[in-house]
Structure formats: structure tokens, C-alpha cells
């Protein structure tokens, strides 16, 4: 649970505008929602998140604001930035593609209609990220 909420704060990392008008902190609450919503909805696949495991956002949102100083917001920015070039040196090119799809909203069949391959394939590959991040 823990994983996908990262993934999601990663996710908004790299796709946050400051220009759209949005807050980072709403951003990334509002990607964090999403991305439980979708496992949420997923959850009559068999390797899908068991509802009980499923954290509320709301049940956060009083912990990101303890953290809303500028500086505790700069140290997570530069820690991420060295957390996504790590990512970036782990990945082959099909894996950084499918991630950056995935992190840009994609579903699994529009991502394996791009690469021309299953949406079995595309999730075999995203749980080999996943892997790959919990070795490192």
C-alpha cells in the first residue's frame, strides 16, 4: 500500500504544473486518490489490493499538513529528482516507457497498443518496476 502510495507522489512529481493554478499539496492528494480509486476498482482481480489494506486519503491529509513548510517541501523535491534519476539508471527503455505511459494516465491497452503488446504484458512489466524499486 505503502508502494502505490509512492508511486502516485512520484507520479505527481513528474507531472506537476505550477502553472496550471493547482496547489502541489492538492495535486498530489488528488493523484494519491485516483490512483486507490483504480486499485479500489480493480479489486475483483485476483492480484488486486484487498479493500481491508486500503488507507483513505482523508486519514492523511492532517499528516501533509504538518509537512507544508517551504524547506521540508525543497528537500522532498531534490530528494525526488535524485530518486526518479535512480529510476531513470534502473529501467531499460520498454520499462521507461510503460512507466512514463502509466504515469501519465494511461490504461494498459493503450499502453500495449503503443509498445505492440498485451495488457497482460504491460502489467508484467510494471510489477517488474515494482520489483526493481523494493531491491532498491
Do not use: W
Amino acid at each position: 500500500m505503502v508502494q502505490e502510495g509512492l508511486l502516485a507522489f512520484l507520479i505527481a512529481t513528474k507531472t506537476y504544473d505550477e502553472n496550471a493554478g493547482a496547489s502541489f499539496k492538492n495535486y498530489a492528494s488528488k493523484c494519491a486518490k485516483n490512483r486507490f480509486n483504480d486499485l479500489a476498482k480493480k479489486s475483483n482481480a485476483k492480484s488486486a489490493v484487498p479493500k481491508s489494506q486500503i488507507v483513505s486519503i482523508d486519514s492523511l491529509e492532517n499528516k501533509t499538513d504538518e509537512a507544508q513548510n517551504i524547506e521540508d517541501y525543497v528537500l522532498e523535491r531534490e530528494y525526488l529528482k535524485t530518486f526518479i534519476k535512480h529510476l531513470d539508471s534502473m529501467l531499460d527503455s520498454d520499462e521507461k516507457k510503460v512507466f512514463n505511459m502509466y504515469a501519465q494516465g494511461y490504461s494498459y491497452k493503450e499502453i500495449g497498443e503503443e509498445i505492440k503488446t498485451s495488457p497482460k504484458k504491460v502489467d508484467n512489466i510494471l510489477q517488474k518496476i515494482k520489483r526493481k524499486l523494493r531491491k532498491s
